[in-house]
């Protein structure tokens, strides 16, 4: 029952965080400037590029660090806890899907983040470019295709590059089944980090704004909705572990698992984020303050892969749950 | 939750017993057989009178005889004195089962003798623990009054020195299954000249003692399942005090910790069961046919799915010998809040039937009890806030 981390394993969250606390957080603010986003973008890539961040759970014959999904939950919870801009998450998975499909070349160019994965969410491009590949999760299956050309538009989180287009050619393609597990699993660490990252956010200005006296967080109303982000924090973190251990023994109930990860933490981190921004008042409505980036990162992941619903039909799926 | 371990594994399965072989399996296999044969038949009767603890006595007596009670229980104390995983894989398995919890024996087994193996004489867990796990004296929590809910320290009821004996009068209530108990985990006044947690005494309580009056309140579910308890100049030997008198309250710390630590796990595990449950009538009936209800039931589904895991946490934690402390608020403030939404989604299924005095109509009310018991949700939310975020008071 590996469902603590391991002291190897939280290491990679720690690196990983102060990485991003350094190339983002404490960084240049990134803007709704779509160049200035691609360009800050852009250092941070080849910075994780350069650290194997996106072959972690990569088998090393093919380039990877040869971790396990654990591990790469613990670096997307890192991402998460800095709303990181870049296409980690589709390119991750993309580099799996290649890995999959059994080509060395495109897994290796993937991995050593020559060549970025952006995400197809409908007819949505998400964080690709021209000369870019996209992931598409299509009915049973998996696909990677050549992202084509594609119209930048506005999208409602600014450290998302959102656009339409229409993909080329397909490049690599794997059944949906073996991939959606670590997608949920991707996806749930990277909210778990957004509601780690509120919590403390919240907790911290609570502790110091002071009105009527004292600070706000003495008031019940105010330390409640704190207390809640904690609860919904420790019960997320459980089950991402859980759902990663899961991940990595090949337990039959993994995409189960997985899935409920990903409603417990989408559901926790709208909450989580919305709680922030009032914890916050009239600064937690401003575009300036960090607040409305969670907000918006957690609505966004929230539907990236399409409608809550289609993932509730895995976790609806088994008769019962099973013990041992 | 950070700082400790379990090997990694690779085992084609997560559960507790997956990265450890044969023992652990061959021991799921072994409680899963014998649950099988064993859980009553019966439901447990909502009666008022004996009937009740002697269902409860039976089912624990049952399980003590088959070597299932006291899993991590000391071996001179009648348990197995197994691992915390060996506890959480019979646990699981008496979910899988769907048998009845411990009932009027929960205190006497959750908090009393897990209180007393801490902190009690030699002559006091000589006396008291060995009849417990056998089915034979079931235990009452004395800690509630009128004038001390949620602010336990304030409590009044008196206990006076008189020689070698202690002579008690006052009121509690809340106390639940007092109708059925032997004895009550009293907390007494000693002293009223200090601070509030000064000068107050865990007191052994014979619940047979001259004085003793119990009235039973009938909650909203219509069962009687908490009473009011009245003590009037009820004597009692110095020799019950269990810690120092005027020491009781760290005494009594002990025992609520002793609450949200394993010893109930059983009852949060349950609720998966649970929800499995309605998701299985909800297939049949047709009811998931319903977005809406379909939708509830995957949300309390995944959300339940996490009490196990952060159960397998806590078994983590307390197999590195950590202590929670206030984590352990957050599970029981996540459990109850989860509880309270699939009582409603509950009676949300049965539809229209659910007008009647339905078994899951009475879950529905039996369970507005679980935010205001064992400390409200507004006191958990604060102990959370204050110790684990560290906001002001």
Redesign the interface.
Known sequence: ???????EQ?SIFRAADEVLAREITAGPSFTADRRALEESTDRLWSTCAGLGWLGLAIPEDLGGLGLGAVEEAMLFRALGRHVAPGPFRSSVLGAHVAALAGDEQLTAAIVTGRRRVGMLTGSFAVDARRNDLVLALVGESTFLREAGAIEHQAGVDPLVLWGTGAPGEVVAHVRKSVVIARTYLIVAAELLGVIEAV?DMS?AY??TRVQFG??I??F?AV??R???M??AA??????V??AG??I???????C??A???Y??AA?SAAKSAADNVQNHGGMGFTWEHRAHLYLKRAFFLERVLGSQ?V???D??AP???E?? | MEGFTIDPHKAGATGPDADHGRTLREFREEARTWLEENIPCEQRPRTTGPEVRDYDADWQRRQFDGGWAGIGWPREYGGRGLSPRQQLIWYEELVRARAPDAGVFGVAIGHAGPTLMLHGSEEQKARYLPRILTGDTPWCQGFSEPGAGSDLAGLRCRAIVDGDMLVVSGQKIWTSSAQWSDYCELLVRTDDTGSKHQGISWVIMDMHSDGVNVRPIIDISGFPHNCEVFFDEVRVPLANVVGEVNHGWAVAMSTLTAERGLGFLDQRLALIGIVDDLLAYARQSGQLGDDAIADRLARARALATAVRSMAYHQVAAAEAGLALGPEAATIRTYFIDLQTTVARLAVDVLGVNALGWEPWTRYWLEKFSGPISSGTRDIQRNVIGERLLGLPR
């Open positions: 029952m590996t469902i603590t981390p391991s002291p939280l919590r907790a609570a502790r004292k600070p967080g003495a019940q330390k409640h704190c207390a809640d904690a609860v420790h019960a997320t973190l459980s089950q572990l859980y251990a899961a990595d023994a090949g337990d039959t109930q993994a189960f698992h899935s409920a990860a409603v417990l559901e619903r993932v509730y039909q976790v609806l008769a019962r749950h013990f041992g």
